[in-house]
């Protein structure tokens, strides 16, 4: 099997992240971008290396998708540790393993400690719990891979107090970029559902009252929908299994074709089956679908479950963003909820990783009154929130432009380069919450940064990296973008370097002072042609 370009990356990237020594690491793939697949590579080659291979999963369907996947992708086939299910005797090098079984005293004893050489962690934002840190603190010398859909790092940060490292990161905008998903269009339903007397349960909504506060806005959700998903395959993520069939027999009434299925549906193999072949074109579930299910044509998602949780929040739009053919786009509808104790998740959170940018991204799809593509909405939220927090900061800007300082500022070269990520970096691994290293500091001196104003490892890395990344493109260097931003430039942060160097050489030779023909908030340099 020819894995895909991110595919193949992520892979090597894995594999050098355990050979530096960072034994545990992650990888993040959106949902339809073929994770499993990759686990798969690098399981194949741990085994050529002699390596035991234990893949951990706390639900059956992701054990068997996971075994499927890897004998179709790599001929290798597996042992199951899962209930009576045992791989203790089976000369198999790899092992799909259930945590409820393996957590278990008796079952975990009956491995030595170097059993298992390397661990996959299926949808990794659940292994910081009690039964995965038990299992995995057993095996603790083992090579550890996470591999999650997580979006961003505010989600990671409890990772990072596990994990070592993040190996590769693919991110939706990417994967909708280069045609791997289908492009999303986000469209707010203006009915404010008020959700302020529903309480907290281990920092997001308790299920029970979401149910009943729900309960009253049923058939106004449902009118919505007749309006948006007549002609939409459509999924529904609900709280409550009471409140799933409840729902699903609004939409009946309302000549939608609607199923339900749960945990306890006796034909739940056939519901599916049903859906995929379009009897039903709605299907309503109680968070059951979050995880192991795949149905490529669905082409619609309506999040009744708000949450807090962006892992939770990007699985459930994940039912929806695989390509199909003739589907054209993704409709995700988003409500009003209502409360002010928890920041919940929209459309913006699937695809920024930044809060300002979301929240202005969030009031603008509100404000368009009709479906908007995010990733045209990023962008125009992302420009509103340059602009804003420029203007915010220019006074700051202006006095840091004007101090002599043989060194630049990290904040002005963020601003100047209009580097997001920059500017909003939060550290979510133990090495990137370090002090900058002397070689860090001293190699950001080197390149015209005062490292003293850089306060962890991991922005020192991620600048650092900026700048040499900046260097092989040839663009202008921090020292360039500070000088040509004092007499007015603007926008130097996108000028080539030898651009800045012939105006810098112009205003030398002029005794420092800009020449009467050029209007510095005007000017726009040439661009080389190759």
């Known amino acids: 099997m020819e894995l895909r370009p991110y595919q193949q990356e992520a892979r090597e990237a894995i594999q050098d992240e355990w050979q530096k020594g960072n034994k545990r690491t992650l990888l993040v793939l959106p949902t339809g971008t073929g994770k499993t697949i990759v686990f798969s590579k690098v399981i194949e080659d741990r085994v050529r290396l002699g390596e035991r291979v234990l893949v951990l999963a706390h639900r059956g369907e992701l054990l068997e998708q996971a075994s499927d996947k890897l004998v179709k992708a790599t001929g290798l086939k597996t042992a199951t540790e899962k209930a009576e299910e045992t791989s203790i005797g089976s000369f198999y090098r790899v092992v799909v393993g259930s945590i409820q079984t393996l957590q278990r005293d008796k079952r975990l004893k009956q491995f030595s400690a170097d059993y298992f050489n390397s661990i996959v962690v299926d949808e990794a934002h659940h292994c910081i719990s009690d039964g995965y840190q038990k299992v995995l603190q057993h095996f603790e010398n083992a090579n550890v891979l996470g591999v999650t859909a997580t979006p961003d790092r505010s989600d990671m940060r409890n990772l990072g ?11 939706l905008p990417a994967a909708i970029k280069e045609g791997y998903l289908t492009p999303i269009k986000a469209l707010t339903i203006p009915l404010h559902l008020d959700l302020s007397g529903v309480k907290q349960q281990a920092g997001d909504f308790s299920t029970k009252d979401l149910g009943t506060a729900l309960d009253p806005y049923l058939e106004q959700i449902a009118d919505e929908m007749v309006k948006n998903c007549m002609d939409r395959k459509t999924v529904v993520f609900l709280p409550l299994v009471k409140t799933s069939k409840k729902f ?17 549906s006796d034909d739940r ?39 807090k949780s962006r892992a939770l929040y990007s699985q459930m739009v994940g039912r929806g963003t695989r390509l199909c053919k003739g589907k054209t786009e993704l409709l995700l509808l988003d409500f009003l909820w209502h409360t002010e104790r928890l920041e919940l998740c929209h459309p913006a959170h699937l695809i920024t990783k930044n809060q300002e940018v979301a929240k202005k991204m969030t009031d603008n799809i ?19 929130v340059v602009a804003e927090r420029e203007e915010a900061l220019a006074k700051q800007l202006s006095e840091m432009r004007r101090r002599k300082r043989k060194l630049v500022d990290p904040l002005q070269f963020e601003m100047s380069i209009q580097a997001e990520d920059l500017t909003s970096f939060v550290p979510s691994f133990g090495w990137e919450m370090e002090p900058p290293s002397d070689q860090q500091k001293k190699t950001l001196e080197k390149l015209g940064i005062l490292p003293d104003a850089i306060d962890n490892a991991g922005k020192a890395s991620m600048i650092l990296e900026r700048l040499s990344r900046r260097r092989d493109e040839g663009l202008a260097t921090p020292k360039q973008i500070r000088r040509l931003e ?8 996108t000028w080539e370097f030898e651009s800045a160097t012939k105006m810098i050489s112009r205003i030398a030779a002029n005794g420092w002072r800009l020449p009467q023909s050029v209007k510095a908030s005007e000017y726009k340099p040439e661009v080389a042609t190759v």
């Open 269 to 307: 193999k056939q519901i599916l089956k049903d859906f995929d072949e379009g009897k039903y074109n709605v299907l309503c579930n109680s968070m059951l679908l979050t995880e192991g299910w795949d149905c490529p044509s669905v082409d619609c998602i309506v999040v009744l479950r708000p949450t």
């Open 366 to 384: 509100e404000d368009a009154g009709a479906a908007v593509d995010i990733e045209e909405a990023e962008k125009q939220a992302s420009e509103d």
């Open 486 to 493: 004092i007499y007015g430039f603007k926008n130097v942060g």
């Open 161 to 171: 107090s596990y994990f070592q490292s993040l190996a590769y990161e693919y991110t």
């Open 248 to 264: 699903c027999d609004i939409l009946n009434s309302k000549g939608l074709k609607a199923a339900e299925v749960n945990g306890e």
